[in-house]
């Protein structure tokens, strides 16, 4: 079985700072890209920052210069550091891991962790 753990979400002040991680495990699962997502409520889920196991990033508009992905290959954790929340920041925040289960595509979403920015 594979699982995705997320954690690190809180109630912060605009301006304040955050990681979020997440840990993904499971017997035979090897973990190619991941990615972080928020949704919030009434929105469609928002993809905001993927990595790759070599360590190329990439980055939506919306976060870029204020959100930092990062990734630990040999613990198999993703980390995503924000920096500057505002309100619109609110949300529920999602880990998914892309990879293969003893060898055949596979790919997993967390169980999310919420942020809430209070104003």
């Known amino acids: 079985q594979v699982n995705i753990v997320e954690s690190g979400g809180a109630v912060v002040q605009t301006g304040d700072s955050l990681r979020l991680s997440c840990v993904a495990s499971?017997?035979?699962?090897?973990?190619?890209?991941l990615g972080w997502y928020r949704q919030a409520p009434g929105k469609q889920r928002e993809l905001l920052a993927t990595?790759?196991?070599?360590?190329?990033?990439n980055y939506a508009d919306s976060v870029k210069g204020r959100f930092t992905i990062s990734r630990d290959n040999a613990k198999n954790t993703v980390y995503l550091q924000m920096y500057s929340l505002k309100f619109e920041d609110t949300a529920v925040y999602y880990c998914?891991?892309?990879?293969?289960?003893?060898?055949?595509?596979?790919?997993?979403w967390g169980q999310g962790t919420q942020v809430t920015v209070s104003s």
């Open positions: 499971g017997s035979g699962f090897s973990v190619s890209a």
């Open positions: 990595i790759s196991r070599p360590g190329s990033t």
């Open positions: 998914h891991a892309d990879g293969a289960l003893f060898g055949k595509k596979y790919d997993v």
